[in-house]
């Protein structure tokens, strides 16, 4: 079964960092754009970051770039989210999600075919 598995995720003061992980199963994490997103309470699901499967190139909106890294472990087949200089109002459930594709479009995934099951973030002190 062709699955996405988060991990990583916590409580966190502000200012503080974790890094969340994303583990693939049954495909590569090379083979297909993956990506992260989060979603608060009552808000709409956000993009933060896609990295293309063919040459791992990264992309981010303005609102996390600087503070949050995507990458990849080709051997572990893992996506990793390093965030940085985390804020209260960025307390959200983050998950990943794969592409039918190669490419990001633009810092989201497009056609997104599967999607993982999430992990919860609370930055509070």
């Known amino acids: 079964q062709l699955q996405l598995v988060e991990s990583g995720g916590g409580l966190v003061q502000p200012g503080g960092s974790l890094r969340l992980s994303c583990a693939a199963s049954?495909?590569?994490?090379?083979?297909?754009?993956i990506g992260w997103f989060r979603q608060a309470p009552g808000k709409e699901r956000e993009a933060l970051s896609c990295?293309?499967?063919?040459?791992?190139?990264?992309y981010y909106p303005d609102s996390v770039n600087g503070r949050f890294t995507i990458s990849r472990s080709i051997t572990e087949n893992m996506v990793y989210l390093q965030m940085n200089e985390l804020e209260p109002e960025e307390t959200a459930v983050y998950f990943c999600?794969?592409?039918?594709?190669?490419?990001?479009?633009?810092?989201?995934?497009?056609?997104?075919?599967?999607w993982g099951q999430g992990t919860q973030v609370t930055v509070s002190s």
């Open positions: 999600a794969a592409s039918t594709g190669y490419y990001c479009s633009g810092y989201t995934v497009p056609r997104v075919a599967l």
């Open positions: 990295i293309h499967a063919a040459d791992g190139r990264t």
């Open positions: 049954r495909f590569s994490v090379e083979d297909y754009a």
